[in-house]
């Protein structure tokens, strides 16, 4: 759980830093004003550690999302905008990768820390692919 380990604490979504957000969104399916306010809001993302219990929170402004998962293990997850998917995390090469399945789309997320900043490439695997990035801060 290295990798996990040096995401514990709490990030700063840099939006002026973030790359095709709004297309992505699109892509996986969320409603034009949920892709408006996910821009333009003040993010944070929690990571933390319990045993074998990771915790990755993610507050705004108006909303939070909490999810709660075991390395490896498969497990259902509610999406912000209510959508259903099977998710499982992994660590790979560095990284910590999530990939999503779902019954309109599948998407896979990396994320992993590069010069000080966590950095979270989304791709959805729709047709054609559509991916973004959004890099955070320590707060």
């Known amino acids: ?10 990030w700063k979504i840099d939006n002026a830093a973030t790359e095709n957000l709004g297309a992505y969104l699109e892509a996986i399916g969320l409603a034009g004003d949920m892709i408006e306010g996910a821009a333009q809001a003040e993010t944070y993302v929690e990571w933390s550690v319990n045993g074998d219990k990771i915790t990755q929170t993610m507050k705004a402004k108006d909303n939070s999302h909490e999810t709660t998962f075991t390395l490896g293990n498969e497990f259902s997850e509610t999406l912000v905008g209510g959508k259903v998917c099977q998710t499982t995390f992994t660590e790979e090469g ?14 896979t997320t990396t994320i992993e820390l590069i010069g000080g900043q966590l950095i979270e490439t989304r791709t ?16």
């Open 1 to 10: 759980m290295p990798v996990v380990q040096s995401l514990v604490g709490t």
């Open 94 to 107: 560095g990284k910590l990768v999530r990939k999503q399945k779902g019954s309109l789309y599948n998407c």
């Open 124 to 139: 959805c695997e729709s047709s054609p692919p559509v991916s973004c990035v959004r890099k955070m801060i320590r707060a």
